[in-house]
């Protein structure tokens, strides 16, 4: 049962840190000061910068080299900071926060990053306050828990008491100004406290409170603990009852990306985090049907696709599993039996081959194909222009194609491209009762996916790049 009052208590006298402090020595020493002493279920709320500065955290902005992006990405934030009114970031400050991220989510009059360790926050929560030196900063511990742990331990080795730590740190938040403690590194108590199944006042089951119980403590404490010059960067707390969890970790309270709806990123990173995420997938699929108008959807996007003249060639048939697929697979099946024989392969890979194509074909939820019409490519009266007419028929059927991919990676849709009706294509228009002007060209397997798809090698870009010799001079 939790108390109805709980002791806060700021330590005074914590002297400037630096490089290789036992911050925890110098903690015990300041609750002698104080006349207090640590008890067992006691929590301690410790300033990153203290932490930071202890480990030797410290970087100074002259000694960091500015890369490309840097530099644009400061050109591009420069006039949006004079017309804010704040701080103005330099080059170098840019680099290293880029430097401290996995991830840049938004880059306006402020970076909003996710740092390589995983936190949402602003400048990769880079601090100029609270550190001597004009161009001195402090970053965010590497590993918070860790170094929680490490002053932990050597506290209950100093004491004998088991107590709790947190590192605190201020974080803005969307949609509220003001900056609010956060915690960024735990030791000894869980993250979250699991409401889930108790009962309110009125004896209904809570079905979904999750409360963020560390972040609540440090609030509480950063307002002791000030944010300018009051000098108390470390808070005793007393009276807070939690059950002790030696594996716990900050991460816990970090939301999966999936499921965060306020998670912010400019229509560049999203554009490109959906290139680089897309994959063909060969695994089987969910057993959930995706509803046939997201199908639709994605289709009406790939129109958007650029084409030859404009003549947007392209036609999509989508197929649901259906007597018509089992029959059309069936005969594709049979004529790859008859080309693979001729081919002088064994029965053991064609049988294998087949089974493939079966389970590829059959077992998807949607089937869809891709067909150029030859009826929206010009005429000429030369085979060569001819020929090329329907190579540039091709290609955008191929831009197409692409789109349509993009579009169901977007829709969180698993598809898989294959050029099988290039090698059955009567097959597949008499199966299909087709017009004769349509040529199939592809089949897409479309569903959710039931497994992650592992990315593929890449060649480096030194290899796709061909350079003809006068590109050498600079």
């Not at 806060?8 to 903690?27: E, H, S």
């Not at 918070?144 to 605190?168: F, M």
């Not at 831009?399 to 990676?409: G, K, V």
Request: proline share 4%.
């Amino acid at each position: 049962m939790v108390k109805s009052e709980i002791l806060m208590v700021g330590l005074p006298n914590i002297p400037k840190i630096i490089p290789g402090d036992n911050l925890a020595q110098i903690i015990r020493d300041s609750l002698k000061q104080k006349k207090l002493t640590l008890e067992n279920g006691d929590i301690l709320v410790i300033a990153q910068s203290i932490v930071s500065k202890s480990i030797g955290s410290i970087i100074n902005l002259n000694d960091v080299k500015v890369g490309e992006r840097a530099m644009d990405i400061y050109r591009n934030m420069e006039p949006l900071i004079l017309r804010e009114g704040i701080t103005k970031k330099t080059p170098q400050l840019v680099q290293l926060i880029l430097d401290e991220s996995k991830e840049i989510l938004k880059a306006e009059h402020v970076l909003i990053v996710e740092t390589n360790y995983g936190f949402i926050c602003a400048n990769a929560g880079i601090d100029k306050s609270n550190v001597e030196g004009s161009e001195n900063v402090t970053l965010l511990p590497k590993y918070p828990d860790e170094e929680a742990k490490k002053i932990r331990n050597e506290l209950k080795k100093l004491t004998g008491k088991n107590v709790a730590v947190i590192i605190s740190d201020s974080f803005g938040r969307p949609f509220r100004r003001g900056a609010v403690g956060v915690a960024v590194g735990i030791s000894g108590i869980s993250a979250l406290l699991d409401k889930r199944g108790e009962k309110d006042l009125y004896g209904k089951m809570l079905q979904s409170t999750i409360v963020g119980q560390v972040d609540n403590l440090t609030s509480a404490a950063q307002l002791i603990m000030g944010e300018a010059n009051e000098g108390l960067p470390v808070i005793l707390i007393r009276g807070y009852k939690f059950d002790f969890d030696e594996k716990a970790s900050i991460k816990e309270i970090f939301r999966p990306e999936e499921t965060d709806l306020f998670r912010m990123i400019s229509e560049k990173d999203l554009f490109f985090k959906v290139l680089k995420s897309r994959r063909s997938y060969k695994l089987r699929f969910s057993s959930k049907i995706p509803e046939r108008e997201i199908i639709r959807d994605c289709i009406a996007l790939a129109q958007w696709a650029p084409s030859a003249h404009n003549a947007q060639h392209w036609r999509y048939v989508i197929l649901d599993k259906s007597s018509i697929r089992e029959r059309l697979i069936l005969e594709m099946n049979s004529k790859l039996r008859e080309d693979l024989s001729r081919d002088g392969r064994s029965e053991e890979f064609i049988a294998e081959k087949i089974r493939k194509t079966k389970r590829n074909f059959l077992e998807a939820p949607y089937l869809v194909i891709l067909c150029l019409d030859e009826t929206e490519l010009e005429s000429y009266s030369d085979r060569e222009r001819t020929k090329n007419e329907l190579i540039l028929g091709i290609q955008s059927i191929g831009a197409s194609a692409s789109y349509f991919l993009l579009a169901l990676e977007i829709n969180s849709l698993a598809a898989c491209w294959y050029s099988a009706p290039l090698f059955a294509q009567e097959v597949v228009k008499k199966n299909l009762n087709l017009p004769k002007s349509f040529n199939p060209m592809a089949f897409f397997t479309v569903g959710y996916a039931l497994e992650k798809a592992k990315p593929t090698t890449r060649k480096s870009i030194e290899e796709v790049i061909y350079k003809t010799g006068e590109e050498d001079i600079e």
